[in-house]
């Protein structure tokens, strides 16, 4: 069990605690759950999963990374929310991507082979390209992090 730290307060211990409790799920099955849930063609349902997704990876990186890469087409599902033609769960699914792919390579590989940059571009596209502001940033950010030290991802680039 956590211990809690000095620095943290209460309820960030409380936050902590509650994301270890969810990870710990036997053959990762709340992970899974979850993912499934950013296919569901509700929006709000789309968009406070891939929330709850960005609090438990805030929370617990490598742990989550890790069921992830367990799941089958468990990042691949992540990827596709991000042809929703609803901006914000586009946008929390770029974050979350980003977010995710940061010092993975397995996960930066499977995103590079899975039209992850194809994807990108189309946003960058519909967003104004040169004029599409903060998005086009965060496509440029995780094409960044996909590239970044990542030869197989540069060849296939």
């Known amino acids: 069990i956590m211990e809690c730290p000095e620095q943290h307060d209460d309820s960030t211990y409380v ?3 509650n994301t270890e409790v969810m990870l710990r799920s036997e053959r990762d099955q709340n992970v899974a759950t979850i993912l ?4 569901d063609v509700r929006s709000w349902i789309r968009l406070y999963s891939a929330q ?3 609090v438990l990876l ?13 799941i089958p087409v468990g990042v691949v599902k992540i990827i596709e929310v991000l042809d929703d033609s609803r901006e914000a769960i ?3 699914a770029l974050l979350l991507l ?3 792919s940061k010092d993975n390579v ?3 590989k499977i995103m590079a082979f899975g039209q992850t940059f194809e994807k990108l571009f189309d946003i960058i596209y519909q967003e104004g390209a040169g004029e599409g502001g903060i998005v086009v940033r965060d496509c440029l950010q995780l094409m960044i ?3 970044q030290g990542n030869l197989p991802n540069q060849n296939h680039f």
């Open 15 to 17: 936050e902590l605690h």
């Open 36 to 39: 499934n849930l950013t296919e």
């Open 52 to 54: 709850l997704l960005m």
């Open 58 to 70: 805030k929370n617990q990186t490598s742990s989550l990374q890790d069921a992830i890469l367990k």
């Open 90 to 92: 586009r946008n929390e």
């Open 98 to 100: 980003t977010e995710l």
């Open 106 to 108: 397995e996960i930066q």
């Open 145 to 147: 992090y996909l590239l």
